[in-house]
């Protein structure tokens, strides 16, 4: 397990210990500062078809790995958005699936794999929910959150209805759908979308306050354009 620290507050980094030999992976960029004992290697992180997953997700198809030599060490991954950074203890049989731009460093030990949705309807309409990121293995993850979060423990059966955006994590014994929304009218003028997500426990949900695409669509009249 690595010593680290969470700071920033709603501009977070974590900022991690790791000792003599121990090595921690990200996605190619993440790094923020380090001491100058972190040696870094990039490679395909787990060989050509994980690297393909990546490139088809949008993701970066390499990853750095940061390994402390000859002592320990320190390196910081600092959060792209606003929001917060919660660290999962992985271990086998309790991994996290997570929004396909969440995952954000781990220790080498931490399986990072692309993640599909089994269902037709949850990857067409599911907007995040086709493509994410699962986590494996043993060791210490950090993920991202847009905005701040809320943790929900669904007993079996018992569901939650959220905006896709909104769906930050969630075990993978929780399965999710996508059910539309009731009646022409809400469709057209309740301003909620068309689709809504639905997890259904057993299992631990994360959700996020403030998706990314929030705030753009919130800014997006601010912004000069050629016409202006």
């Known amino acids: 397990m690595i010593r680290y620290e969470i700071e920033g507050g709603n501009l977070p980094v974590v900022i991690c210990y790791p000792q003599a030999g121990q090595t921690l992976c990200t996605q190619s960029g993440a790094m923020s500062w380090m001491s100058p004992n972190?040696?870094?290697?990039?490679?395909?992180?787990?060989?050509?078809?994980?690297?393909?997953?990546?490139?088809?997700?949008?993701e970066s198809i390499f990853?750095?790995?940061?390994?402390?030599?000859?002592?320990?060490?320190?390196?910081?991954?600092?959060?792209?958005?606003?929001?917060?950074?919660?660290?999962?203890?992985v271990t086998p049989g309790n991994g996290i699936i997570v929004q396909k731009r969440g995952f954000l460093a781990a220790e080498s030990t931490v399986?990072?794999?692309?993640?599909?949705?089994?269902?037709?309807?949850?990857g067409l309409f599911g907007g995040e929910g086709f493509i994410m990121q699962r986590l494996s293995g043993r060791g210490t993850a950090f993920v991202e959150i847009?905005?701040?979060?809320?943790?929900?423990?669904?007993?079996?059966?018992?569901?939650?209805?959220?905006?896709t955006g909104n769906v930050a994590g969630f075990e993978p014994s929780v399965q999710m759908d996508i059910q539309t929304v009731p009646g022409a009218k809400n469709m057209l003028f309740g301003g909620e979308g068309i689709f809504n997500t639905?997890?259904?426990?057993?299992?631990?949900?994360?959700?996020?306050?403030?998706?990314?695409?929030?705030?753009?669509?919130?800014?997006?009249?601010?912004?000069p354009t050629s016409s202006n």
């Not at 990853?63 to 950074?85: K, L, R």
């Not at 847009?146 to 905006?163: A, R």
């Not at 403030?210 to 669509?217: G, H, L, Q, T």
């Open 198 to 223: 639905v997890l259904t426990g057993p299992g631990r949900v994360w959700l996020q306050t403030m998706p990314i695409y929030n705030v753009a669509n919130a800014i997006r009249p601010y912004i």
């Open 38 to 58: 972190m040696k870094m290697d990039t490679n395909t992180g787990g060989g050509f078809k994980k690297m393909l997953g990546r490139m088809f997700s949008g």
């Open 146 to 163: 847009d905005g701040d979060l809320m943790e929900y423990i669904l007993k079996p059966g018992q569901q939650i209805v959220v905006d």
């Open 63 to 89: 990853m750095n790995e940061y390994t402390a030599m000859g002592g320990q060490g320190m390196i910081a991954f600092a959060s792209s958005f606003p929001g917060s950074i919660i660290p999962y203890q």
């Open 111 to 122: 399986d990072i794999a692309v993640h599909f949705q089994k269902k037709f309807g949850a």
